[in-house]
């Protein structure tokens, strides 16, 4: 669950193999705060957080390389608009 003074989102865990959770809550924290910074909706930063970090769960060690899928909305999303 995320809460901001006028906002909340909540979204269950995926379900996902578990390699390994190192980075698991770096990743987590990293697409919170990026999402933050680009002000994004809170329910789309959420989204991306959690999706970057169950990703990072199933595979071993911190930092694996991204599916193109994710890496691509990842990209397109912190893309200034306009």
Known sequence: MLMTADQVSHLSTPEV????????????????TMGMLCQLPLQKI???????????C?????TPVFPADL????????????
């Open 58 to 62: 199933t595979r071993k060690g911190a």
């Open 46 to 56: 959420h989204d991306l957080a959690v999706r970057i970090s169950a990703f990072i």
């Open 17 to 32: 193999k578990v390699e390994d959770t190192v980075g698991a809550g770096d990743s987590f924290t990293a697409a919170l």
């Open 71 to 82: 890496k691509k909305e990842v990209e397109e999303s912190l893309r200034p608009s306009g």
